[in-house]
């Protein structure tokens, strides 16, 4: 009988955990966009089905993302989309605010010439993503645009530790946030309020009124809970 080499072990190893890896993603993902509604039900031979792998990998998955609390498990009863609560939505956004603007308080200080550029550079193509974009494509693209501004401002704290901690609650906040998103970018009025509010935000960094910059952050992070609010109750998700 063939028994596999050490460098055949070293390789098999690498591709379940690249293939884990992948399959956490992509449920994360899943989680994330709703696709998996809030309490839903993750069956194992559907999940199987969706992402063509075995149940392994599955459960591999959905013990990582009962950690990042995305999933929860319960008791012979298999696994679940973790639920939402307008508790949760409300303290991760006001955490959200407060470490916000630590951070950029930190950044105002401390950030350079190069800096700068940076947020000049990720401000011009966020304002690039108006009415000329088709629907289909501004909430993905708006998305990513937004994220680097807000990137690109904190990273002047030059703090690893405070950008690990924005980390986890942006993450943590993404469920929720997605909600926010098509109520905003898909509407051509709230873009452009949103702009606004950008420019105000970007212009107080850049001509360093820490005070006045570090209380447009808190309200820009907690603005759209309202929004979040209303959407979560039309849908009859809380």
């Keep these: 009988m063939y028994e596999l080499t050490s460098t055949e072990h070293k390789a098999a ?20 966009r709703g696709i998996f509604l809030p309490g839903e039900k993750l069956l194992i031979s559907s999940l199987k089905q969706r992402y063509g ?9 959905l013990s990582q993302l009962i950690t990042e609390r995305l999933v929860v498990a319960e ?25 916000e603007a630590s951070i950029t308080a930190f950044a105002i200080e401390r950030g350079d010439d190069a800096w700068e550029a940076g947020i000049v550079g990720a401000a011009y193509r966020l304002f690039k993503v108006d009415q000329t974009v088709p629907d289909g494509e501004r909430v993905a693209r708006w998305e990513l645009c937004h994220r680097n501004l807000h990137e690109a401002i904190v990273l002047g704290c030059k703090s690893p530790q405070l950008l690990d901690v924005r980390l986890m609650l942006y993450t943590r906040a993404e469920r929720y946030r997605q909600l926010w998103l098509k109520e905003t970018v898909l509407d051509l009025h709230s873009l452009a309020r949103s702009q606004i509010e950008h420019q105000r935000l970007i212009d107080s960094v850049l001509q360093r009124r820490k005070e006045e910059a570090v209380d447009l952050v808190r309200q820009h992070i907690l603005m759209p809970v309202t929004v979040i609010y209303a959407t979560l109750n039309q849908k009859q998700i809380l």
């Design 13 to 32: 190893d690498s591709q379940r955990q690249n293939q884990s890896s992948v399959i956490v993603s992509q449920l994360r993902e899943d989680i994330i």
């Design 53 to 61: 792998v075995g149940s392994s990998p599955i459960r591999e998955a």
């Design 75 to 99: 008791s012979q009863r298999g696994f679940r989309a973790s639920p939402i609560s307008r508790e949760e939505l409300t303290s991760i956004y006001e955490a959200r605010s407060e470490v």
